[in-house]
C-alpha cells in the first residue's frame, strides 16, 4: 500500500457523460501526478500539481480538468466522454515538485459505454 | 519527441532463471531513470537511477544506466513466481515539472 488512495475504484458510464476521480496523496506529499494507462497507449502523463499549482502538462485533452484543492486531494474531471476515455485513471503523489519518486494509487477504472 | 522504449515487449522463463530486461531512451534534458514493476493494479517503485554507472542493487533485482548510450538494464536474478509482472521503465525530464514519460513495459511471466 502506496499510502494514495484513489475513488472510486470502478466507475461505468454512459458516452457523453460527466466523472470526476478524487485522489489523496500521501501524508506530506505536495505533489499530485494524474496519468492514464490504457492498452495501446500505456502510461501517458496527465497533469501535475504541486501545492495547489498546476506545474506540467501532458497530452490531456481539453476536454479533461483537475485541480488540487488546498487540503492537497486532488480531482480529475472528465467530460463529454467518449468510449476512448476507457482506461485506469492512475494518481501519483510525491513530497517535492521535481524529479522525485512517485508512488502510486490504486487507480480508478473507467469504463465508457 | 521524447521516447522510451523497452525489449523485449514479453518474456517467459523459468525459476531460477536469470533475467535482463531493457530500457533505452530518447529524452530531451534527461534527469532521472525510473523502474516499476506492476503486477494488475498500481505500479510500485523499484530503482530511481541519474547517474552513469552506479548499480542499483535491492536483493536479487539490480539496475544500472549508462547515460553515454542511453540506456538502463534491470537484472533480476533466481527469478521467482512471484515476479511475474509487467516491468515499466520511466523517464524524468528537466524543466517539465514531475512529467514520467513510460516505456511500453515488459511482460515477465516465471512458469513454475
Known amino acids: 500500500d502506496s499510502g494514495v488512495t484513489q475513488t472510486p475504484k470502478h466507475l461505468i458510464t454512459a458516452t457523453g457523460q460527466r466523472v470526476t476521480l478524487r485522489c489523496s496523496p500521501r501524508?506530506?506529499?505536495?505533489?499530485v501526478y494524474w496519468y492514464q494507462q490504457s492498452l495501446d497507449q500505456g502510461l501517458q502523463f496527465l497533469i501535475h500539481?504541486?501545492?495547489?499549482?498546476?506545474?506540467a502538462k501532458g497530452n490531456i485533452l481539453e476536454r479533461f480538468s483537475a485541480q488540487q484543492f488546498p487540503d492537497l486531494h486532488s480531482e480529475l474531471n472528465l467530460s463529454s466522454l467518449e468510449l476512448g476515455d476507457s482506461a485506469l485513471y492512475f494518481c501519483?503523489?510525491?513530497?517535492?515538485?521535481?524529479?522525485?519518486?512517485?508512488?502510486f494509487g490504486p487507480g480508478t477504472r473507467l469504463l465508457v459505454l | 519527441e521524447d521516447k522510451v522504449v523497452q525489449s523485449p515487449l514479453s518474456l517467459v522463463v523459468h525459476e531460477g532463471d536469470t533475467v535482463t530486461l531493457n530500457c533505452s531512451y530518447e529524452?530531451?534534458?534527461?534527469?532521472?531513470l525510473l523502474w516499476y514493476k506492476q503486477e494488475k493494479k498500481a505500479p510500485t517503485f523499484l530503482f530511481m537511477l541519474?547517474?552513469?554507472?552506479i548499480e542499483k542493487k535491492s536483493g536479487r533485482l539490480s539496475s544500472i544506466l549508462d547515460k553515454k548510450e542511453l540506456f538502463s538494464i534491470l537484472n533480476i536474478t533466481a527469478t521467482q513466481t512471484g515476479d511475474s509482472a509487467v516491468y515499466l521503465c520511466?523517464?524524468?525530464?528537466?524543466?517539465?515539472?514531475?512529467?514520467?514519460?513510460f516505456g511500453q513495459g515488459t511482460e515477465l511471466s516465471v512458469k513454475p
Open positions: 500539481y504541486y501545492n495547489g499549482e498546476e506545474r
Open positions: 501519483a503523489s510525491s513530497p517535492g515538485q521535481s524529479q522525485e519518486t512517485q508512488y
Open positions: 541519474t547517474s552513469s554507472g
Open positions: 529524452v530531451t534534458n534527461f534527469r532521472s
Open positions: 520511466a523517464v524524468g525530464p528537466y524543466n517539465q515539472g514531475g512529467k514520467l514519460i
Open positions: 501524508s506530506g506529499d505536495l505533489s
